[in-house]
């Protein structure tokens, strides 16, 4: 049997491996590291809480102080992060435990949905539930669907200023979470180029709270999920 | 053999120009912001344009400048600018140049050779082809009776101050009727102010030639067009309209007529072909007659917006994407940026170079740009995720080219991966429209600010462009102005649009998911082929 400290520092050397076939936007590299875990006799939970999570936690941490980040390694920590957890999660023995719940769409008027797609492969790969409403998303759906869903969060992305800042967007979300007396229900959390170049606009525009970009709003869902649901 | 130059001493300022054999000094400066004044064409009848020898050695004085200059004014060296064609490297003072404009002359290498008149216009014989781009503005005054182009300029547009995205743009005009008004207008009389410095240099007379413009011509993408009329902004920006024509038509041309001094104009707006995809493309497709190329040749339109038609023997489908920043040529003149990719020379360690040293510019040509990221991953210093090499410290990278010293930063590798990534994408969506793979492509033809003068090898090896011979590619500057000059000297310019527009297929690739897929694969650096 191999000691729990050589286990420990086997996963390090996975996580490490891993994290720079990331950080080098390599998807079939990062693949192999999967596979060789696996092979090794890693099981699919260890793989995907002990490989997978971390390394996504760290690429957020890393990618968060690193501003020059580009958008590819952005999209490949979530894409393969997303890819792996999935195929991992099929060979759960049990279904692991859901922390919460999002819809999350673009805006209505915007059909950029590749920050979107940024931000759900890091929640799914977090084990949170998404359930993708699309592009182009009227406020009313954002709501009618977050009912639906049960969700915690309704997550809104927009690429350009007339869509985050319009009327049509999170200002009637807001609108609607008020008139319904849903407020106390939902967090809502803004994200797109336009609130990076105004800070503020997310409050603006009615937002309880905003992301960077598409790997930190993993972490920004998941802190309004723990807020709204301790 | 070095080149001969021309060195020009202005109060403070000195310039240093190459010489075009067969050019005057007056349409050597007119390409630059340091102008000769002019009121007679470059004829020599107004002898405004002198300008003193500081050498000995150039061409003899021409009639024109015998007649206007005394021998004692002759004897000290002053020469008309319009009249001297140096064939030697020569020296001059310019002690009282023209007051500063924001116009230039288009470089020679971006005005086609034309043929067409119009003698239905004897009575209004000038016409003005203007073709909007969203960085800059191109215009050429015309004598369509006698078929014969007087002028040409190009500036930048003033809308820039209101973001270089067009779509900023189209949300700061649609914010109030005032300020949608306060751009059309800014922007109309940015370009009679054009055709009014063309009228007075290259005319004579300025203004009161006005009446006598019979004709004028404007091509654009779709915003420009959009922000020029203050129509159709709230349509553009909804994706729901982006498969359809925007309409862009000036409500009262009359009013335009007017406010212009242009009494006997007919104000033409090429309407744009759909969504995004402007009436500049349908101008490029004109200049290049694709329609009359083999099929599966692709014509690219390079610049902050990126527009596509891939001719495929029956159908031109056509779309366009935004390039972004990257491709925001910041200035069309060659002159401009000295050297740009051929002189891109990696300097040695330390590699970071100081953002605060005054020889320092954090903006390159596109072109050069792309020719030092290509030198960058040839040498492995940056990897094909558009990272450095571990080896590399800090932030940035110092190039030379030429004169001028800058940093390549993690931040422009990243832009120019985006607006590589986007073009490829869409490339490759169109050949997958029309059946079509990169080995079947007959042609490519670039134009636009960044496709005439791209680097080719560096635009393969880094999968901007797919692998097609250099043979199969042609460039071209100014073919959305060359295509709204054949409008211009068309007597039915419906007539050439309407065989092109039956043909036209709109392609909006905002709504196509596999685009997005294609766009992601694409980031990396690394040949075409390689990403798909």
């Known amino acids: ?230 | 053999m070095n080149a001969l130059m021309l060195t020009l001493h202005a109060g403070e300022k000195t310039l240093h120009l190459p010489i075009i054999p067969g050019f005057s000094i007056r349409e050597l400066l007119d390409t630059t912001t340091l102008r000769v004044r002019a009121a007679c064409g470059g004829s020599g009848r107004c002898g405004a344009c002198r300008v003193r020898l500081l050498t000995a050695e150039a061409p003899p004085c021409t009639r024109s400048e015998r007649e206007r200059l005394s021998p004692q004014l002759r004897q000290e060296g002053w020469r008309l600018a319009c009249q001297l064609r140096p064939d030697h490297s020569l020296a001059l003072e310019l002690s009282n140049p023209a007051p500063a404009v924001p116009w230039r002359s288009l470089p020679v290498s971006e005005l086609q050779w034309l043929r067409g008149r119009l003698p239905s216009m004897r009575k209004t014989p000038l016409g003005v082809a203007i073709d909007l781009g969203t960085t800059h503005l191109r215009i050429t005054l015309w004598d369509c009776a006698a078929g014969r182009r007087l002028a040409s300029r190009w500036g930048v547009n003033p809308q820039e101050i209101h973001g270089s995205d067009p779509l900023n743009r189209l949300d700061y005009a649609l914010h109030s009727p005032e300020r949608s008004k306060e751009m059309a207008t800014q922007l109309r009389q940015t370009l009679l102010d054009a055709v009014q410095d063309m009228l007075t240099r290259e005319v004579g007379g300025g203004a009161s030639h006005l009446p006598h413009i019979g004709r004028l011509m404007i091509v654009g993408n779709t915003a420009m067009l959009s922000l020029l009329s203050g129509q159709g902004a709230a349509e553009l920006l909804s994706p729901d309209n982006w498969q359809q024509p925007i309409a862009c038509q000036p409500i009262d041309r009359s009013a335009w007529q007017q406010e212009w001094g242009l009494p006997n104009a007919h104000i033409i707006l090429v309407d744009p072909i759909a969504g995004f995809i402007g009436s500049d493309l349908l101008a490029g497709i004109l200049a290049f007659n694709l329609l009359e190329a083999p099929a599966a040749t692709l014509f690219l339109d390079l610049g902050t917006n990126l527009e596509l038609a891939l001719w495929d023997g029956a159908v031109l489908h056509v779309t366009s994407v935004p390039g972004g920043s990257a491709f925001s040529l910041l200035s069309p003149d060659p002159a401009a940026w000295p050297g740009l990719h051929e002189e891109v020379t990696l300097l040695h360690d330390p590699l970071l170079q100081q953002a605060d040293n005054a020889n320092c510019v954090q903006a390159f040509s596109p072109a050069a740009l792309l020719e030092a990221v290509a030198l960058l991953r040839r040498q492995g210093i940056l990897k094909v995720s558009g990272r450095f090499a571990p080896s590399v410290a800090g932030d940035g990278y110092q190039l030379q080219a030429q004169m001028l010293t800058g940093r390549i930063t993690l931040r422009a590798v990243d832009e120019l991966q985006r607006a590589k990534a986007a073009c490829a994408a869409a490339i490759a969506m169109l050949l997958e429209k029309a059946r079509l793979h990169w080995q079947d492509l007959q042609n490519i033809w670039l134009s636009g600010s960044l496709g005439s003068r791209i680097p080719l090898a560096a635009a393969k090896e880094l999968g901007l462009l797919p692998p097609v011979a250099d043979a199969s590619i042609h460039q071209q500057a100014g073919s959305a102005l060359s295509g709204c000059e054949k409008l211009l000297l068309a007597e039915e310019y419906g007539e050439i649009l309407a065989p092109v527009q039956l043909r036209l297929s709109p392609f909006n690739l905002a709504t196509q998911p596999r685009y997005e897929e294609l766009f992601i694969t694409h980031l990396r650096l690394q040949p075409y082929a390689a990403s798909q």
């Open chain 1, 1 to 230: 049997m191999i000691p729990l400290h050589s286990v420990c520092a086997m996963l390090e050397t996975y996580i490490t491996a891993y994290n720079n076939a990331v950080f080098d936007t390599d998807r079939d590299a990062a693949l192999q590291v999967i596979a060789q875990a696996l092979a090794a006799g890693h099981t699919p939970e260890e793989i995907v809480f002990e490989l997978v999570i971390p390394a996504v936690e760290e690429m957020m941490a890393q990618l968060s102080r690193d501003l020059d980040a580009n958008l590819a390694q952005h999209f490949m920590t979530a894409q393969i992060a997303a890819e792996v957890t999935e195929k991992m999660l099929e060979q759960f023995k049990q279904p692991p435990k859901t922390l919460g719940r999002v819809v999350i769409g673009t805006a209505r008027g915007d059909l950029h949905s590749l920050g979107k797609r940024i931000v759900m492969g890091c929640l799914k790969t977090l084990m949170v539930e998404v359930r993708d409403l699309g592009v182009n998303v009227p406020a009313e759906r954002f709501v009618e669907e977050a009912v639906a869903f049960d969700a915690q969060v309704i997550a809104i992305s927009s690429m350009m200023v007339h869509t985050a800042n319009g009327e049509q967007g999170c200002r009637k979300v807001r609108r609607l979470l008020r008139e319904q007396q849903l407020e106390n229900r939902f967090r809502v959390v803004v994200g797109g180029a336009p609130f990076r170049f105004d800070e503020q606009l997310y409050q603006a525009v009615g937002a309880d709270d905003w992301a960077a970009d598409g790997v930190s709003a993993g972490k920004v869902i998941l802190r309004q999920i723990r807020e709204l649901s301790p």
